[in-house]
């Protein structure tokens, strides 16, 4: 008998266990979770806000030789307007490189209200062409205004091969620098024929293959016996097999 009541027992609360919360219970739980989620809603709108959370200050950083201050902020002001949260640093950062003078960007907020901008501009090291740079790093750009930067090679050649013309560039600069002679104009023709322009206003035929053989040819050729005519030089053609063509003025 005892064995039953307390089988009678379990069975009971068993029961009540697997019955459905009350229908105010479960309207109280849903309630609870609808008004947690208002007010987490109602705080994520309020701190992303700009009224609340304005981005009102702006530094800049570097050295800036190109870049205009009105320029930057044209860039930059309509952006803050989103406040500090919501704005974005990788959307600030897309814009400003696509300034030609820009190399590279580096934008952080800094709470509560400031933008940090780090800038480095590109160092012009040739023109190219009519209108275009090329940097230190074999870069090419194109601003938006032309500029005169006294002492730059002129860089000539096909669309796409600015950088194998400034590695060439550099190559033959080093190897003509003992004899004091400075590359003024370095050009690679659609069909591959190269030719320079030397400070001293001569020319220099390459031609299409075998360049730094050639080269060092007329580097020999004229340390040993051009260099004492070299007012009178126009142009050497190095376009042979073992000698060259020396036009005079």
């Not at 190399?103 to 907020?109: E, F, G, H, S």
């Not at 024929?193 to 035929?205: D, E, F, H, P, Y």
Request: proline letters at 6%; charged letters at 20%.
């Amino acid at each position: 008998m005892e064995k039953t009541s307390r089988q009678k027992i379990r069975h009971a609360i068993e029961k009540r266990q697997k019955q459905p919360n009350p229908i105010w219970k479960r309207l109280g739980m849903g309630l609870g979770s609808l008004s947690l989620f208002f007010v987490l809603g109602y705080a994520t709108l309020w701190f992303l806000d700009p009224i609340h959370f304005p981005l009102t200050s702006v530094k800049l950083l570097g050295e800036r030789n190109h870049l205009t201050q009105t320029e930057l902020y044209q860039i930059i002001i309509p952006e803050m307007k989103s406040g500090f949260f919501r704005f974005k640093v990788s959307k600030i950062r897309s814009k400003l490189l696509a300034l030609p003078w820009i190399k590279q960007v580096d934008v952080r907020k800094v709470w509560p209200n400031q933008l940090v901008i780090h800038f480095e501009e590109h160092t012009p090291a040739a023109y190219w062409g009519n209108q275009g740079l090329v940097s230190e790093q074999g870069v090419l750009f194109t601003p938006q205004y032309a500029v005169t930067i006294p002492d730059l090679p002129l860089l000539e050649g096909p669309d796409g091969r600015s950088n194998t013309v400034w590695q060439q560039y550099l190559e033959m600069k080093k190897m003509l620098a003992p004899l004091q002679l400075h590359i003024t104009q370095i050009t690679l023709a659609p069909r591959g024929a190269w030719q320079l322009r030397l400070s001293n206003g001569t020319t220099i035929v390459l031609g299409t293959h075998d360049i730094l053989p050639r080269l060092n040819r007329f580097i020999r050729v004229y340390d040993q016996h051009l260099c004492q005519k070299q007012a009178q030089l126009a142009y050497v053609d190095l376009r042979y097999t073992s000698g060259m063509a020396v036009g005079w003025k």
